[in-house]
T-cell receptor, first 108, second 112 residues
Framework: AQRVTQPEKLLSVFKGAPVELKCNYS??????LFWYVQYSRQRLQLLLR??SRESIKGFTADLNKGETSFHLKKPFAQEEDSAMYYC??????????FGQGTRLTINP | EAGVAQSPRYKIIEKRQSVAFWCNPI?????LYWYQQILGQGPKLLIQ????????DSQLPKDRFSAERLKGVDSTLKIQPAKLEDSAVYLC??????????FGQGTRLTVV
């Protein structure tokens, strides 16, 4: 069965420092991977997806099939990046499965 | 465009009572999901509809949970009877056949 693992429940970095949120997956087929974000008191929303290969709010994520990883990175963290981040995988008939999430806190 | 609408926003019930949640997806979205999010955990998929048919309900506790999507538009999720461990946020999301999922604000259920 497909599985998404986010090893860090909490991550705290200082403003201006680089950020990397880890995501590993297990799936036998060709996965489609996403990062979703939930800011305080807002609904869960898509941040980026691997097939679009774009940078959103300075974040990028590269799919590494060899390591089965899809880590989210940003070179310089900003205070407004503080949020819950969820890695997600979609397979087959659009079944969307989430990891446990990482709470990112950016310290001033 | 209007987003995914869910109601109620909050619900408090006693254990063994029944409760129902309602979701109105974005117009034209064929896929509708219900997730359960327990505090401190990621969203867990309960059931997925494609139009009015069930695609996946493998993690739905069918002895107490039921869901329907009549006419392939809005959907209801019911719990009967509720248990303490059902306390969670219930999220509804919708998507087009190939596309991102859009989430509602969720219904926070507290079972006492």
């Amino acid at each position: 069965a497909q599985r998404v693992t986010q090893p860090e429940k909490l991550l705290s970095v200082f403003k201006g420092a680089p950020v990397e949120l880890k995501c590993n997956y297990s799936y036998s087929g060709s996965p489609e991977l996403f990062w979703y974000v939930q800011y305080s008191r807002q609904r869960l929303q898509l941040l980026l997806r691997h097939i679009s290969r774009e940078s959103i709010k300075g974040f990028t994520a590269d799919l590494n099939k060899g390591e089965t990883s899809f880590h989210l990175k940003k070179p310089f963290a900003q205070e407004e990046d503080s949020a819950m981040y969820y890695c997600a995988l979609i397979q087959g008939a659009q079944k969307l499965v989430f990891g446990q999430g990482t709470r990112l806190t950016i310290n001033p | 465009e209007a987003g995914v609408a869910q109601s109620p926003r909050y619900k408090i019930i006693e254990k063994r009572q029944s409760v129902a949640f309602w979701c109105n997806p974005i117009s034209g979205h064929a896929t509708l999901y219900w997730y359960q999010q327990i505090l401190g955990q990621g969203p867990k998929l309960l059931i997925q509809f494609q139009n009015n048919g069930v695609v996946d309900d493998s993690q739905l506790p069918k002895d107490r949970f039921s869901a329907e999507r009549l006419k392939g538009v809005d959907s209801t999720l019911k719990i009967q009877p509720a248990k303490l461990e059902d306390s969670a946020v219930y999220l509804c999301a919708s998507s087009q056949l190939t596309g991102e999922a859009f989430f509602g604000q969720g219904t926070r259920l507290t079972v006492v």
